[in-house]
């Protein structure tokens, strides 16, 4: 069973549009939400992350929005960029326990 | 920060040989790590996760003969391919926990049996 569901699959953007990016879960138990960026032929980084005790986190272009009562949450990029371009995903953890989505693949096109 | 060192990052092996694949925790002693197999534009499966000392635990539908995984220090992990075929070909990457709820990925190794 999918611990973590994302949408969409895919997503173009404009150079200089905003990136939207959303997560949804079910178990109330998940005290963490990391983003993913993955650029092709390398491994997945850490993008940026919040805990449910915030409502949103902004770190430059990227900020996660969280909605603790609908069990979801979602990444905007500001300000689009091609370097942008690459699979996102979501993840939930609790403890150490981590559950990632089936990623979004973001193509920004100048 | 924690790094996740994985190597080779490519690696081209005839059909039938063995191939393995090295993961190490740099900064950072991991009791855990987990193996990942990728697909091209597709998601993360997760193939087993290794634990330092003892057996790994393999997804289901996972062929524990296939990818024999040793983890047998705190800063490494290999995962070998047995009698590699052209449908072993993917993208496998590494992770680890590391400290403060973090969890952070190798670079992956690209393997193409031919």
């Known amino acids: 069973q999918q611990q973590v569901k994302q949408s969409p699959q895919s997503l173009i953007v404009q150079k200089g549009g905003i990136s939207i990016i959303n997560c949804a879960y079910e178990?109330?138990?998940?005290?963490?939400f990391p983003w993913y960026q993955q650029f092709p032929g390398k491994g997945p980084a850490l993008l940026i992350a919040?805990?449910?005790?915030?409502s949103e986190k902004k770190e430059g272009r990227f900020t996660i929005s969280f909605n603790k009562s609908a069990k979801q949450f979602s990444l905007h990029i500001m300000d689009s960029q091609p370097g942008d371009s690459a699979t996102y995903f979501c993840?939930?953890?609790?403890?150490?326990?981590?559950?990632f989505g089936t990623g979004t693949s973001l193509t920004v096109i100048p | 920060g924690a790094v996740v060192s994985q190597h080779p990052s490519r690696v081209i092996c005839k059909s039938g040989t063995s191939v393995k694949i090295e993961c190490r925790s740099l900064?950072?002693?991991?009791?855990?790590m987990f193996w990942y197999r990728q697909f091209p534009k597709q998601s993360l499966m997760l193939m087993a996760t290794?634990?330092?000392?003892?057996?790994?635990?393999?997804e289901q539908g996972v062929e524990k003969d296939k990818f024999l995984i040793n983890h047998a220090s705190l800063t490494l992990s290999t995962l070998t391919v047995t009698s590699a075929h052209p449908e072993d070909s993917s993208f496998y990457i590494c992770?680890?926990?590391?400290?403060?709820?973090?969890?952070?990925f190798g670079s992956g190794t690209r393997l193409t049996v031919v």
């Open positions: 900064d950072f002693q991991a009791t855990t």
């Open positions: 919040i805990r449910p005790d915030v």
């Open positions: 178990n109330t138990a998940f005290d963490y």
């Open positions: 992770s680890a926990i590391t400290g403060g709820r973090g969890y952070t």
């Open positions: 993840a939930v953890s609790t403890g150490n326990q981590f559950y």
């Open positions: 290794s634990n330092e000392g003892s057996k790994a635990t393999y």
